[in-house]
């Protein structure tokens, strides 16, 4: 059974660090892993589809990198905005499913 | 890109009432549509999901059910709540053709039974 678990469950910076969220899985026979945000009350916004055969996908501040090898993948911000803080989270779909598989997210401040 | 509404935005309904929660997708057709519900403290869990019109998979058993009348409706009912099945519901869509698409997703539906 596939499992994915996000550490830290929140995380709190200054204004302008940059921020690191790590996504972990069990099972490597993914077709692909997707990362989103998710403001209070709100529904989920698709940030960057990272397919199993690529190693890294970016959008503007964002970049997502996957080592499917070791089952690990890791979200960059550049440069963190106030605006930026939000719930993550990280969703995986197994090889031969349709169903995503979602991390618990991680929760992310950053003070002004 | 594709547009997902639903609603109600939130719902109070009493237990032992019945339910019927609304999802319709803009942008493409022939979709994947899902649901999830996010329960406190227990992260985003499938529900069910359609690949087509009719076409529905179960992901855990529960009081609920779903039915997609039309190619870009899909609906959640339940005949008697219960308060475990309050949550936040969300619905979503990717295009057919494969499971490694990008899913987007709607605003979501708050629903409290009390």
């Known amino acids: 059974k596939q499992e994915v678990t996000q550490i830290p469950a929140a995380l709190s910076v200054p204004e302008g660090e940059n921020l690191v969220l790590n996504c972990s899985f069990t099972?490597?026979?993914?077709?692909?892993l997707q990362w989103f945000r998710q403001d209070p009350g709100k529904g989920l916004t698709s940030l960057l589809l990272?397919?199993?055969?690529?190693r890294e996908q970016t959008s503007g501040r964002l970049n997502a990198s996957l080592d499917k090898s070791s089952g690990r993948s890791t979200l960059y911000i550049a440069a963190s905005q106030p605006g930026d803080s939000a719930t993550y989270l990280c969703?995986?779909?197994?090889?031969?499913?349709?169903?995503?598989?979602f991390g618990g997210g991680t929760r992310v401040l950053v003070k002004p | 890109s594709q547009t997902i509404h639903q609603w109600p935005a939130t719902l109070v309904q009493p237990v032992g009432s019945p339910l019927s929660l609304e999802c319709t997708v803009e942008?493409?057709?022939?979709?994947?549509l899902y649901w999830y519900r996010q329960a406190a403290g227990r992260g985003l869990q499938l529900l069910f999901y359609s690949v087509g019109i009719g076409q529905i998979s179960s992901e855990v058993p529960q009081n609920l059910s779903a039915s997609r009348p039309q190619d870009r409706q899909f609906i959640l009912s339940s005949k008697k709540l219960l308060l475990s099945d309050s949550g936040f519901y969300l619905c979503?869509?990717?295009?057919?053709?494969?499971?490694?698409?990008?899913?987007?997703f709607g605003p979501g539906t708050r629903l409290t039974v009390l």
């Open positions: 942008g493409t057709s022939n979709p994947n």
């Open positions: 099972d490597s026979a993914i077709y692909n």
């Open positions: 979503a869509s990717s295009k057919a053709g494969g499971p490694g698409n990008e899913q987007f």
């Open positions: 990272i397919q199993s055969s690529q």
């Open positions: 969703a995986v779909i197994k090889a031969a499913g349709n169903k995503l598989t």
